[in-house]
């Protein structure tokens, strides 16, 4: 692929309007653009850092928008990708096996002119190619004069870092070869984790040129069933389970998010008995990591350390991830099965229904 970087993230939900005072309130984004009032779907675009989200919704029960929410639930439809030459970016991944969406097209709105194309990805899940340069990501954006609310003071949230897509048995390594082979994509790790009766299978693939990371997970089916195979009845297939936000001050994040109305996941105690045996020192900052439930791990560059919220959504599909990399560039070993742990643990406190 051309030199590319992640545009925006749009997001399918039941009310644009609610939802982007969610994100707004809850974890510090401001509002940039929105559709005209009246106008039908509702797009939202929300900003913080170089992170561009986008919400969607509508009133009109047959329009894709609602009919997505109704198999899903809110959730991401859309990572989308800023190239400089759409038809070419089109061309290309529909050439190396893309399935083709939307082919390229101008559209003028009240805000600006868009050149997009797009493909599917996975699921119901597509990827738009938007102009690069392009000042909004979709034709019914404008412009808003103050961005409300004002941003906090300084932006916690810099970029999204990767994405963590369940797919069901047996299509890990398929969207793996697709990613590579359509898009330009590398594998840069993988995993098998065995937890108890359950296991599961992790890929990463990373886009060289625009960074855009998807961490590809799928059930094992030789095991009993687990998180993946809940994320995926409870969704209706595949489709992006976590959305990972990377910060510069994870602890003060934490703080601050968590104030502000965000539930993160428990970590038990016991995992800070062991946690230095893992990753090396961590002096002074241990006993915060340690109250705020901060994860710690290490790859072969640096630390990283991640935490993850409960899933804000009744169906408990999506969530949210915080990361901050001390130079580590990939992931360690220890935190996915830190969070299958913590998501065990999670939905046996509500009740069991979903670790079966
Ligand atoms: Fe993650």
Redo the contacts with the bound molecule.
């Keep these: 692929m051309d030199p590319s970087r992640l545009s925006h993230v749009n997001l399918y939900v039941g009310d644009a309007r609610q939802a982007a005072y969610y994100y707004c309130r809850a974890f510090g984004f401001r509002v940039v653009a929105e559709s005209l009032p009246g106008l039908q779907p509702c797009t939202v675009l929300l900003a913080q850092g170089r992170i561009r989200l986008m919400l969607t919704s509508t009133t009109d029960a047959s329009d894709p928008v609602a009919r997505y929410v109704a198999a899903h639930g809110d959730g991401v439809v859309d990572i989308a990708i800023a190239v400089p030459d759409v038809a070419r970016a089109f061309r290309t991944a529909v050439a190396n096996g893309a399935d083709p969406v939307m082919t390229p097209s101008s559209r003028t709105g009240p805000g600006c002119t868009v050149v997009s194309a797009a493909v599917r990805g996975f699921g119901d899940v597509i990827h738009t190619f938007v102009e690069a340069g392009t000042p909004l990501p979709h034709p019914t954006l404008s412009p808003i004069d103050e961005p409300r609310p004002e941003p906090p003071d300084g932006e916690l949230l810099r970029d999204i870092d990767?994405f963590?897509v369940c797919v069901p048995a047996g299509e890990l390594d398929k969207a793996v070869s697709g990613y590579q082979e359509t898009f330009g994509f590398e594998e840069i790790f993988e995993e098998f984790i065995e937890v108890g009766r359950q296991a599961m299978s992790s890929k990463v693939v990373r886009e060289p040129s625009s960074g855009i990371t998807l961490?590809i997970l799928e059930p094992d089916a030789t095991h009993a069933p687990g998180q993946i195979d809940s994320f995926l009845r409870s969704h209706g297939g595949a489709g992006v389970q976590?959305v990972?936000f990377e910060t510069g001050d994870i602890r003060e994040a934490v703080r601050r998010l968590g104030d502000q109305g965000v539930e993160f996941l428990k970590t038990p105690d016991a995992y800070y008995d062991l946690v230095e045996d893992r990753v090396g020192e961590l002096g002074d900052e241990l006993g915060d990591l340690h109250a705020r439930g901060i994860l710690a791990d290490r790859d072969a560059w640096g630390l990283l350390l991640?935490i993850f919220t409960r899933s804000p959504y009744a169906r408990r599909t999506l969530f949210l991830?915080l990361?901050e990399r001390r130079g580590a560039r990939t992931f360690g070993s220890g935190n996915i099965r830190g969070?299958y742990e913590a998501v065990e643990r999670e939905q046996s406190r509500a009740g069991g229904t979903d670790a079966d």
């Design positions: 990767h963590a961490t976590h990972a991640q991830e990361i969070l």
